[in-house]
């Protein structure tokens, strides 16, 4: 995130169009234990936007070494003595990993905001960083470098090829969940033991 994000569109530009199917906005992406990917190995995908022109999230159980005391210092932002300085920023995804993505409820009202549904938004632009630093910000988020995203149709593949399982999301997990349970309780919600599973499962 930088000090110029507060105009800056938060979807990815559109690709070609294709025909959508069910539509994941508001779900969660689970990977498969055969996904060896670094950035997706256990990875919890909460999916934000998913339209015609392809889809994009943010991982929600990926953790840096990265506090939210660095990046508040780094932006230069005046800040309250008591705020949650030690916060862990995550890896939201792969793509534009130097500009941060804040996952959070309630949705509120800011500069450069997506709102997934009625009490989730995704938020770019500087102003909610300042208010989370001065103990004004949303009651629960998530301060993420980077999203995952897929081209059109490209979701639609790797679910056809059991590279993920996909669920409506649980803002318990989200918010709530230890970060390392986050994997293994979203699969729940779906009935599968992920601790069952073998890497090679779904693939011939």
Not at 11 to 31: K, M, Q, V
Not at 120 to 128: N, P, Q
Not at 138 to 145: S, T, Y
Not at 164 to 179: H, K
């Amino acid at each position: 995130m930088s000090d110029t994000d507060d105009s800056n569109p938060i979807t990815p530009e559109p690709t070609s169009p294709r025909t959508l199917g069910d539509n994941l906005t508001g779900h969660f992406l689970i990977a498969m234990p055969s996904l060896n990917d670094g950035f997706f190995n256990q990875a919890v995908t909460y999916i934000c936007e998913h339209d015609e022109s392809g889809s994009f999230g943010v991982i929600i159980n990926q953790e840096t070494n990265v506090t939210l005391q660095k990046i508040i210092s780094e932006m230069k932002i005046q800040a309250a003595d008591n705020y949650n300085k030690d916060q862990a920023i995550f890896i939201g995804g792969p793509v534009d990993q130097g500009r941060g993505f804040i996952l959070h409820r309630p949705t509120g009202d800011w500069s450069s905001s997506l709102k997934v549904n009625d009490t989730v938004a995704l938020t770019t632009s500087k102003d909610i960083l300042q208010a989370i630093a001065n103990n004004e910000g949303p009651e629960d988020c998530i301060v993420a470098l980077g999203y995952a995203g897929w081209a059109a149709g490209q979701l639609e593949q790797e679910m056809a090829s059991n590279t993920w399982l996909s669920c409506p999301a649980d803002e318990q997990i989200i918010f709530n969940t230890p970060i390392e349970e986050r994997w293994k309780a979203a699969a729940k919600l779906i009935g599968i033991d992920m601790s069952l599973m073998s890497n090679d499962a779904g693939h011939a």
